[in-house]
């Protein structure tokens, strides 16, 4: 049987080269990369738009950018790092490892897989083509609403919105057809012997994830079209005059918006366990505690979604429930957080730099999560509401919980993926100089916020100034040794000392039984799961 | 997996129709921006045509783009690449997918709750003394209470809203037929009866296009005598998109009809081997769900 498997598969494995390759590809390694590499590539365009901003806010006064810039730069920084850099980042993960850890041939669904990816580079020219246009005398630039769309400011705004609205649309069908991909994957191309419960952490987060994009996604979608109808269509639903109401905008956007948080997360708890695990040298500790909590937020995070906007006025029962749910969520996350400490509780551990950015990460991620229940206090977050304390706030939880935690995913699988080990030394270099000045620059916004400085203000007042000077001068170094990670990445690309098929002395699983870069097509027969 | 089959699953070569459809993708969204950048920059005008040109070569791409994916799709099908394996995989697909599109409905039937219970008694609901919006009623349907909208004022119309048993409940009666006639189209497949197959399909397309009709009549109606326009403020916006996204669908879904139409009088579509014919079949009872929802919420209470 085996041989007319593989005989099978080498005619597949005639694949076009060049350009054409990455074109028309539907193999799921192919397609990682290409997700991989479109996420740092935009991960570095909105990281130089937030230098920009940094640069502006160096002192106070307006010196480099008019006002409207300033906000064009704020909203497509924001899109570009939530829709462009952090999901394809989760994604290419999900296609590079989701069917070597469960012992798949491929993704279920291969060509809806290409077209999930070449869904992204057009959303991402129609997020920055407005800035280009703009140059040429076309429109006034990019959306300057920030990544949130709030009527009736976005129902006033130049095309900038209405190419917003598009990339929107195009990044949504992006992240349904990967979800739909990734369910079909999980739920029908399981190794025999692999049940639900033996499957590995890192997919059952992104099982969660694709249910949360499948349910919430569309309404972003519907909330946006609605806004289009409004701006060109002559319909109300954002406007009081004919009965709508632009508060509804809110609750729709947030309805998809909150879950969205957690989207961005689940991919990362998911391979966090198994790095801890890996470098603790002993099994995951609770993984049935983690799976629970982990449908747990997923279920929690739908219901919760006006707390980001409770100063918009809402009557006092609905502040409460929302006040209570959301603190409720810290329950199963406080459960994650003792699964990870006690995973690492007495094992024999190294500190390679995935599990520096692990460990740190953390810290760090908690920093975040505790900073939220304060915002998710009624009471605090009349203060709180969008000061800089915010920004601190979500920067920790989806820059330190998010990238840093993407980060510590591709230091632990790059030598998997591409048959070469990292540069150690640099690796270490970039962990410390990420770490250190990512926490001088958002502590010090933490303070502004509490002083009351307000989120998306290209100026301000002088009390304010030692403080973002700091803030300026530490996002500059932050964000220069990220150019020690691209390096690292293409060096490692090109050459390097050879990895072993395991790699790191205590990993295990599926994806670590094969070689060091795994072949073409992965698993041509099936493993069986004990 | 004992078998070669069994444990083989089909990974299909590489095509580039996915890559063009998204070029396709972002001429067609681009070019509708640029057609209606007059609306927010009156200097843009120059852009509209060049931009519905645009529009229409991407949306000829994406027509002809899909028509080619879907035959490769059907050609493998038909040469017996598509196993146990690969069909439980479309399954599940398909019900994900129908799921993703139920969210989207939700979207706007949230707008129309929220407008119904909350935002229109809210404008209603001021105290006499300072509410700016004096003789509104705040009673659904609503067109709003008027006012200054972007610069120009918004004075609500009279209209006549559009009541559930005329037509909606012919086409209510009309897409409950049409899921039935498909189930017995089914039937007639699992039993090998072709005839019965083609026929029920066939009155399914025709009960499809029937609807479609009607609620074009029916939209025509509500422009020209009832004062019902995409503009008339709440009530009107709901309808129109509620009820369009929802004629949208029909229209796809009688598309997808008539192809399986056609593939049952080529012979295709076994008793055992058929998600082609399934996957359509369960979208069309979608369509049907949703338009209940719309008759019991939109047209009816």
Known sequence: MSTTTV????EHTDHPTGIMRWLTTTNHKDIGTMYLTFSLIMFLVGGSMILGIRAELFQPGLQLMNPDFFNQLIGVHALIMIFAALMPAATGFANWMIPLQIGAPDMALPRLNNWGFWLLPPSAILLTLPFTLALFGIGDGALATGWTFYPPLSIQGGIGVDFAIFAVHLLGISSVLGSINIIVTLFNMRAPGMTLMKMPMFAWGWLITAFLLIATIPVLAGAVTMLLTDRHFGTHFFDAAGGGDPIMFQHLFWFFGHPEVYILLLPVWGF????LQTFSRKPMYGYKAQVYSLIAIGAMSIIVWAHHFFTAGMPVPALLYFMYSTMAISLPLAVLFFCWIKTMWRGSMSFETPMLFTVGWIILFGIGGLTGLVLADVAADAQYHNSYFVVAHFHYTLFAGGIMGIMAGVYYWLPKMTGHMYNEKLGQLHFWLTAISFNLTFIPQFFLGLAG?????PDYALQF?????????????????????VYNIISTARGGKKATDQVWEGAEGLEWTLSSPPPYHSFSEQPTVK | MTTHSNNHYYVPHGALYPVTISAGLLALASGFIFSVATDTNKDLAYLQTPGKWMMYIGAAIIILMTFKWLSAVVIESITGQYKKWEDKSFR??????????LAFFAAFFGALFYMRIISVPDLASFDPLFTPYKD??????SVGPGGVVLGTEYTPAKLTPMGAWGLPAINTALLLTSGATITWAHWGLLKDNRKQLVFGLFLTVALGTAFLVCQAFEYHEAYTHMGLTLGSGAYGATFFMLTGFHGFHVTLGTIMLIVILL???????????????????????????????????????
Not at chain 2, 92 to 101: D, P, T
């Open chain 2, 92 to 101: 599940i697909g398909m019900i994900a997918f129908i799921c993703s599109e």
């Open chain 1, 7 to 10: 005989a099978h598969h080498d």
């Open chain 1, 465 to 485: 100034a030692e403080f973002n000077m700091i803030s300026s001068i530490s996002a500059f170094v932050l964000g220069l040794s990220q150019l020690i990670f």
């Open chain 2, 263 to 301: 593939r049952s009088m080529k012979g295709h579509f076994s008793a055992k081997n058929h998600f082609g014919f399934e996957g359509v079949a369960w979208y069309w009872h979608f369509v049907d769900v949703v338009w209940l929802g719309l008759f019991i919420f939109v047209y009816w209470l």
């Open chain 1, 272 to 275: 966090i366990p198994q790095i």
């Open chain 1, 453 to 457: 400085m307000p989120r998306r203000i």
């Open chain 2, 136 to 141: 509104f009623l705040g009673t659904w349907p």
